[in-house]
């Protein structure tokens, strides 16, 4: 007994007893039919054409299989490994491909001689989405007779997926934050028509709170409108010289009336040298003054922001400008410093909100960059502040002084 169920279950070769099994369940014949039929291999004209359609299948670029009239493996290609790597020509495909509903699109391909199209998961290792075609190929032969295969190719619906999804939270967050001052304002004009109606003192406050909510929606639809502009041109570098010692002092003095209401005290460190990037001055203007009002907003209990523009090195040795934006506020504790970047991400929702925070503003930088080629990050430690930096690709030609 032992030793049967052994010889059942090991080794490479297909044994019979699991063989019929696979073959019913694949075809729904019997298995004395699929001894009775001449291994694909072996068949003249199909074995004629073996080579020709591995090179074809070869040249696939995703997943490929060709299967004879009996559910047998003739070709496939090294795509086609990723999603069955226990594939073997010659043997019963059913035995390598173990998704059910694949089975199912085989079974009924060859039974109706018409195309099937069909998903699935792949759980393991991680979950990944596929659609399968199972499309009846007929190859006619010299002597009037047709050689029956089924040609069976995959898509990896994986990427689409998950931007499916992220679409989808994007969509219903997006709403959430519209919806909240949107409630706020319709509160208040019932009240203004109703209750509060002659109340002039109500309605001066009143007024004042609906102002502030319109205001933060418009910023809202704002960031939204900037980040989709800035992925729509994510694939064109910028090209203008931008002169990056005159874009800091512009956003400086533009947050000055901001850094003076938060009693905060901004110090620039300038390089001796000039530092030129291509870029787009407006996109990073924009980028520069989030990270500023950011520390002047959340880092306002330090009293004092250092903006530091600098020549430096990327890990790879490549001229890079750095812009450091440090306060010394309350920080950020380090589980939240990876999901900063994200859309809508806060460390502390009514903290943002109650300081006009949209939560789009890092993840505005972080694609502002991107498009620049460079990238943000983030260092901080509880209670010493953050510093935000913007890194950024110095053209090449552009000598450090003295050098
Ligand atoms: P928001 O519109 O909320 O400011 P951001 O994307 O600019 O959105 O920032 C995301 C979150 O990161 C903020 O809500 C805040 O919690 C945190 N944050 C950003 N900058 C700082 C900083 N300098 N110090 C402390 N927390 C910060």
Redesign the pocket.
């Known amino acids: 007994m032992a030793s049967d169920s052994g010889s059942d279950d090991s080794g490479d070769k297909v044994r019979p007893g699991r063989l019929r099994g696979a073959w019913r369940a694949l075809t729904g014949r019997g298995a004395d039919e699929m001894r009775a039929r001449p291994s694909p291999r072996r068949g003249g004209g199909l074995a004629r054409r073996v080579s020709l359609i591995d090179a074809l299948i070869r040249g696939l670029p995703a997943p490929a299989i060709v299967l004879d009239r009996d559910g047998r493996v003739v070709a496939f290609n090294q795509a086609a490994r990723s999603i069955a790597p226990a594939l073997r020509a010659g043997e019963l495909a059913l035995i390598a491909l173990r998704m059910p509903e694949l089975v199912d699109a085989v079974r009924r391909a060859i039974r109706k001689r018409e195309p099937q199209r069909v998903e699935f998961i792949e759980r393991v290792p991680h979950d990944r989405w596929y659609e399968a075609f199972v499309a009846p190929v007929s190859l006619p032969e010299s002597d009037g007779a047709h050689i029956e295969l089924l040609l069976m190719t995959f898509n990896d619906l994986t990427p689409l997926r998950r931007v499916e999804e992220m679409r989808a939270d994007f969509i219903a967050n997006a709403s959430h934050e519209l919806r909240t001052p949107l409630a706020a304002l319709l509160g208040f004009i019932e009240t203004l028509q109703g209750p509060a109606k002659n109340d002039t003192a109500a309605r001066e406050k009143f007024l004042a709170i609906m102002q502030q909510q319109a205001s933060r929606m418009a910023r809202l639809i704002d960031?939204l409108l900037s980040l989709s502009r800035i992925e729509l041109n994510a694939h064109l570098p910028p090209s203008t010289p931008v002169d990056l010692a005159s874009l800091v002092r512009q956003v400086t003095d533009g947050l000055q009336t901001l850094a003076r209401d938060r009693k905060v005290e901004i110090r620039l460190v300038m390089p001796p040298e000039p530092l030129t990037v291509l870029g787009d001055r407006d996109e990073l203007i924009r980028g520069l003054e989030?990270?500023v009002?950011?520390?002047l907003?959340?880092?306002a209990a330090g009293k004092r922001v250092d903006i530091t523009l600098s020549r430096a090195q990327t890990r790879s040795g490549a001229p890079e400008a750095r812009i450091a934006?440090r306060?010394f506020?309350?920080?950020?504790a380090p589980e939240?410093l990876p999901r900063?970047?994200e859309?809508f991400?806060?460390?502390?929702?009514a903290?943002?909100?109650s300081?006009?925070?949209?939560?789009?503003?890092?993840?505005?930088?972080k694609h502002i960059l991107n498009r620049h080629g460079g990238r943000v990050s983030v260092e901080?430690t509880l209670g010493q502040?953050?510093t935000?930096t913007m890194h950024l690709p110095l053209r090449t030609g552009d000598a450090p002084s003295g050098a």
């Open positions: 960031d989030n990270l009002e950011n520390a907003k959340y880092g934006v306060d506020g309350p920080g950020i939240h900063l970047t859309r991400y806060r460390v502390d929702v903290d943002s909100r300081q006009g925070g949209t939560g789009l503003g890092l993840a505005l930088v901080s502040g953050a935000f």
